[in-house]
């Protein structure tokens, strides 16, 4: 026994012995101290005049996709939306509760930037305001400090330990999913509270919450579907303004995807040529993490557990989307443009076109996002709201009237509150084959599907049923 006690310590002693092989980072060898965005800069300027350009940089763009763009490039800069409203009237800047906690840096905690609103003329200072590192660093962390002129800017939080720094700026990698969902999933105030299919749990989830992206399924990362060139990303959501690749259609169905006839059943290919495949394969969303469902901004909410106001926010979790035709065409709501309400009367934020004698719609999945702002009652244009000192004093009118006067320059506004409404594709969280919706969760009398709201006088199965 006493042998087998010295070889079982020879044994670990070996093992412990073993040096560990050191990580290696793409670019280790490349640099030796990270300065900011001009360190990427010596290599890397043309990649950088490219991204400039981009969405992801600029929040706006081509919109050819907008009916009513007019030819505009259109984007999160110069439209409003339902959740915090306007971006460039949001800026940057930390609101403070009495306590001191802080309530919020701003939108531009989601911009690829340093904290500098995006400029369309290119300079050497719009160019060093990119930050390189919150797409392609691992681990890359940052916040607000201020600068040596008193002024607000992003830094790494490693800022003043260069060191630790320059160790995380040598893993540059292609963006990977935890570096997209920091902000896809945070925007909109909370995690999954926008968009409602984008959850933080997809870069660590199972298959049966989406098959494309687990480890135990495909393993896909986001730039698998969503990467394009120069810094261009492939795909729109039905809700947004502006499109990074307009001549580029992100489908399930194209060649290098799933094609055109995805099933071994006929019946289901026909199917295809008319619904979405998400219509059968998400058959719902907000599955981990609720999502903002309605935000009435008329009704201010103090938050105890936050220490900050709020508008009146619902929350909402594993929800059957809502189901319409879209042939990839939306109408959008614009600032300074009268508001188009819908039958009901609300102002219509961004609605898919498309009806089922349209040979280019499908049946979509949507999340519908309902909300209350306030609208100019001389014009009736959609205000904004200025959201940051609202976080801390909770006083609406006020943010209602600095919106009023940065976005159209009136001074004494009336207003009135009206409800909005917003449709937002439902396009992640794909399940498994054996989870797919079957015939009557569709047809049938307890089915989900909207058939008159979609064109058909019944059920067209029933109306089939009837004919044999």
Same mark, same amino acid.
């Not at 969405?55 to 996709?65: N, V």
């Not at 903002?292 to 009146?312: G, N």
């Not at 009268?338 to 609605?351: F, L």
């Not at 009118?397 to 449709?423: G, H, L």
């Given at each position: 026994?006493?042998?087998?006690?010295?070889s079982?310590?020879?044994?670990?002693?070996?093992?412990?012995?073993?040096?560990?092989?050191?990580?290696? @980072? !793409?670019?280790?060898? @490349?640099?030796?101290?990270?300065?900011?965005?001009?360190?990427?800069?010596?290599? $890397?300027?043309? #990649?950088?005049k490219?991204? %400039?350009?981009?969405?992801?940089?600029q929040?706006?763009?081509?919109?050819p996709?907008?009916?009513?763009?007019?030819?505009?490039?259109?984007?999160?800069?110069?439209?409003?939306?339902?959740?915090?409203? /306007?971006?460039?009237?949001?800026?940057?800047g930390?609101?403070?509760?009495?306590?001191?906690?802080?309530? /919020?840096?701003g939108?531009?905690?989601?911009?690829?930037? %340093?904290g500098?609103l995006p400029?369309?003329?290119?300079t050497?200072?719009?160019? #060093?305001?990119?930050?390189?590192?919150?797409?392609?660093?691992?681990?890359?962390?940052?916040?607000?400090?201020?600068?040596?002129?008193?002024?607000?800017?992003?830094?790494?939080?490693?800022?003043?330990?260069?060191?630790?720094?320059? /160790?995380?700026?040598?893993?540059?990698?292609?963006?990977?999913?935890?570096?997209?969902?920091?902000?896809? /999933?945070?925007?909109?105030?909370?995690?999954?509270?926008?968009?409602?299919?984008?959850?933080?749990?997809?870069? =660590?989830?199972?298959?049966?919450? *989406?098959?494309?992206?687990? !480890? *135990?399924?495909?393993?896909?990362?986001?730039?698998?579907?969503?990467?394009?060139?120069?810094?261009?990303?492939r795909?729109?959501?039905?809700?947004?303004?502006?499109?990074?690749?307009?001549?580029?259609?992100?489908?399930?169905?194209?060649? *290098?995807?799933?094609?055109?006839?995805?099933?071994?059943e006929?019946?289901?290919?026909?199917? !295809?040529?008319?619904? *979405?495949?998400?219509?059968?394969?998400?058959?719902?969303f907000?599955?981990?993490?609720?999502?903002?469902? %309605?935000?009435?901004?008329?009704?201010? $909410?103090y938050?105890?557990?936050? =220490?900050? @106001?709020?508008?009146?926010?619902?929350?909402?979790?594993n929800?059957?989307?809502?189901?319409?035709?879209?042939?990839?065409?939306?109408?959008?709501?614009?600032?300074?443009?009268?508001?188009?309400?819908?039958?009901?009367?609300?102002?219509?934020?961004m609605?898919?076109?498309?009806?089922?004698?349209d040979?280019?719609?499908?049946?979509?999945?949507?999340?519908? $996002?309902?909300?209350?702002?306030p609208?100019? !009652? #001389?014009?009736?244009?959609?205000?904004?709201?200025?959201?940051?000192?609202?976080?801390?004093?909770?006083?609406i009118?006020?943010?209602?009237?600095?919106?009023?006067? =940065?976005?159209?320059?009136?001074?004494?506004?009336?207003?009135?509150?009206?409800?909005?409404?917003r449709?937002m594709?439902?396009?992640?969280?794909? #399940?498994?084959?054996?989870?797919?919706?079957?015939?009557?969760?569709?047809?049938?009398?307890?089915?989900?599907?909207?058939w008159?709201?979609?064109?058909?006088?019944?059920?067209?199965?029933?109306?089939?049923?009837?004919?044999?």
């Amino acid at each position: 026994m006493r042998t087998n006690h010295i070889s079982t310590a020879l044994g670990c002693l070996m093992l412990c012995a073993i040096p560990t092989q050191a990580v290696e @980072y !793409a670019h280790q060898e @490349y640099f030796e101290h990270y300065e900011g965005t001009k360190t990427c800069l010596e290599c $890397h300027e043309e #990649e950088a005049k490219t991204f %400039f350009h981009s969405q992801h940089y600029q929040w706006r763009g081509e919109s050819p996709s907008i009916v009513n763009a007019d030819g505009k490039k259109l984007g999160k800069m110069n439209t409003i939306n339902d959740f915090c409203t /306007s971006p460039r009237a949001n800026w940057i800047g930390v609101s403070t509760s009495p306590s001191g906690k802080v309530l /919020s840096e701003g939108c531009s905690k989601c911009h690829a930037g %340093f904290g500098l609103l995006p400029e369309e003329t290119m300079t050497d200072e719009q160019l #060093e305001n990119i930050d390189c590192l919150i797409c392609h660093a691992s681990g890359y962390r940052r916040s607000l400090f201020e600068d040596e002129n008193g002024q607000l800017a992003r830094k790494p939080i490693l800022w003043k330990n260069q060191e630790g720094l320059d /160790s995380v700026a040598k893993r540059i990698s292609l963006p990977k999913n935890a570096m997209c969902l920091r902000c896809h /999933s945070a925007s909109g105030g909370g995690p999954n509270w926008k968009r409602g299919d984008i959850e933080y749990v997809l870069s =660590e989830c199972d298959r049966d919450h *989406d098959v494309h992206m687990a !480890a *135990d399924g495909a393993g896909m990362q986001c730039v698998d579907c969503h990467a394009g060139e120069d810094h261009r990303v492939r795909g729109r959501g039905v809700d947004l303004a502006a499109n990074d690749m307009p001549g580029v259609h992100l489908s399930c169905a194209t060649a *290098d995807c799933h094609g055109p006839n995805p099933h071994g059943e006929p019946i289901l290919n026909s199917h !295809a040529k008319k619904v *979405d495949c998400t219509v059968c394969h998400v058959p719902r969303f907000a599955k981990v993490d609720p999502t903002d469902m %309605f935000r009435d901004w008329s009704k201010p $909410h103090y938050s105890d557990e936050l =220490e900050k @106001y709020e508008a009146t926010i619902v929350l909402a979790s594993n929800q059957v989307p809502t189901y319409a035709w879209f042939n990839g065409i939306t109408r959008a709501q614009l600032p300074g443009s009268p508001a188009q309400r819908n039958q009901d009367g609300q102002v219509e934020m961004m609605v898919p076109l498309g009806n089922r004698l349209d040979p280019a719609s499908k049946i979509h999945a949507f999340k519908v $996002h309902r909300g209350r702002l306030p609208v100019l !009652a #001389e014009k009736d244009w959609i205000i904004p709201i200025v959201v940051e000192e609202f976080f801390a004093d909770g006083d609406i009118d006020k943010a209602v009237r600095n919106a009023a006067k =940065e976005m159209y320059q009136v001074s004494d506004p009336k207003y009135v509150w009206n409800d909005t409404i917003r449709y937002m594709g439902i396009f992640h969280g794909v #399940e498994p084959a054996a989870n797919a919706l079957d015939c009557l969760e569709c047809h049938g009398v307890a089915g989900r599907m909207p058939w008159k709201g979609l064109g058909y006088d019944e059920d067209p199965l029933a109306a089939l049923l009837k004919r044999k």
